[in-house]
C-alpha cells in the first residue's frame, strides 16, 4: 500500500507523526552523521531535511527506521507531551459539534498551564466553532491560531487556519476571501503528505468565493477540480457543498435544468447528512434557500415556499443569524411573484432591518434594490426612488454590485413608465 493510501485507525489519511524538529537535527548531530548518511536507505536526502525544517513529518515506520539508525528511543524526537484535549477537540470538530467544541476549546485557552502548541490549537478550533454565528470573532482567533501554528512549526494546521479565514470573510461578505482562500491552498500544495479532503474543501471555498466575486466559470473548474482531488475521499456533506456550488455557477450562466438537478442532489446529500449526525447545519439552510430562490424563477412556488420556509427554520434551529437576511428576501420576493404586496414589504423590510444590523453589505444593497422594485409595482415612484438611492449609497464601495444595482434600477423604472403609457 503506498503512502498516499495509508490510512489511520479514524479512517483518514494520515498526516506522519509529529515531530520535534530541532531534536531530530540535533540528535543526527550528536550521532555525527550527515543528512545522506541518516537517510540512506531509508528516504531520500531531501525529505530527511524537509522533517528536520519542520516542512514535513515523517509515517511511523520511517521514524522507527531514522530512531534505529541514530540509536535513540522515537519517543525522543516525537512533539510531546501532547495535551489529550487536542484529540478530543479534532473529535468534536469532525462531528460538528459546535457548542461542545466551543466550550472545550475556551477552557483550554483560559488554562495557565497549558502549552503554547496546546494553546494554538485550541485557538483554531475555537474560531471553528464560533464560524457560522460570529464570524467576525473567529476570524480574530483562526489570525492569532495561524501566526502561533506556523511559529510552532505545524504548517499543516497553520494553512487550515488560513483557509477558514477565507470562510470567515466570506460569510462576512468580504471579497477578499478569494485572495486569502488562494493563498491558502498554495501554502498547504507545498506541504508534503497533505489530506486530499482538506485540499477539496479548500477547493470549494475558492469555487464559492469566485461565484461571490461572479466568476463564474472559474468558480465551476474549482468545484470540479475538489471532486477529482478527493475522488472516493468525499463525504456526504462535502458533496453537498460543491453540488450546491455547481448548481449555483449552473444558474448563473443560463443552464436552469442542469441547476436544478444539481440542487436536487445537493438537498439530498445535505439532508441525508443531517439525519446521519442528527444537528443541523446553517449550510443546509442556505442551500435550500438558493434552491428556493431558483424555484421563485422557474414559476413552482409551492415548492419554493417549502424550501424557503424550511431554511428559515433551520437557521432559527442551529442558532446562525448570518445569511438569514438573504432567506427574508427570497421569502419577499415569492410574495411579491404571488401579488402579495403587503406582505412582500414586510418580509425586505425584515431582511433590511437584519443585514443593517449584521452589518451585511451585500444583503443589505440587495434588500433595498427588491424594496424598490416592490413600491414600483405598487406605483408610489417617490420610496421607488428612494430605496435604489439607498441601494446605491450602500453598495458604493463595492463598484460591480453598485453598477448591477445601477442596471436593475433602469430596468424597473423603464418598465414602469412602459406599464403607465399603456395604461393612458
Known sequence: MGRRQEQNARGRFARGEAINPAALRQARRDAGLTLAETAEGIVSRQALQQFEAGKARPMPGTLQAISRRLRISADAILARPHDPRELAMRDLEEKQRWRELERLASHTLADLNVTPRTQAVARFYLGRAILDAEPEDALRELRRARGQLAKLGEPWLAAEARDWEGAAL?????????????????????????????????????????????????????????????????????????????????????????ALDYFDRAVHFSRTAHDVRGDVSPNLARLENDFGDLLIRTGRWERAEEMI???????????????????????????AQQGRLDEALQWTNQAIELAERLGETVSLGLGYQQLGEQWAAMDDVDRFEASFSRAFETLADLPEAQAESLARYRRVRDAHSHQQQLGS
Not at 315 to 335: Q, T, Y
Request: glycine fraction near 10%; hydrophobic fraction near 45%; charge should be negative.
Open 170 to 258: 466570506y460569510l462576512l461578505q468580504d471579497l477578499t476571501a478569494l485572495d486569502v482562500g488562494r493563498d491558502a491552498l498554495a501554502r498547504y500544495r507545498v506541504l508534503t503528505d497533505r489530506d486530499p479532503g482538506v485540499e477539496a474543501r479548500m477547493l470549494e471555498h475558492i469555487g464559492s468565493y469566485q461565484l461571490q466575486r461572479e466568476e463564474v466559470g472559474e468558480a465551476l473548474t474549482s468545484y470540479r477540480q475538489a471532486i477529482d482531488v478527493a475522488g472516493s475521499m468525499l463525504n456526504l456533506a462535502r458533496l453537498a457543498n460543491i453540488y450546491h456550488g455547481l448548481a449555483s455557477g449552473c444558474l448563473r450562466v443560463g443552464e436552469s435544468r442542469k
Open 309 to 335: 420556509n424550511a431554511a428559515l427554520d433551520h437557521f432559527a434551529a442551529c442558532g446562525v443569524e448570518v445569511g438569514r437576511a438573504v432567506a427574508l428576501l427570497s421569502m419577499g420576493d415569492l410574495r
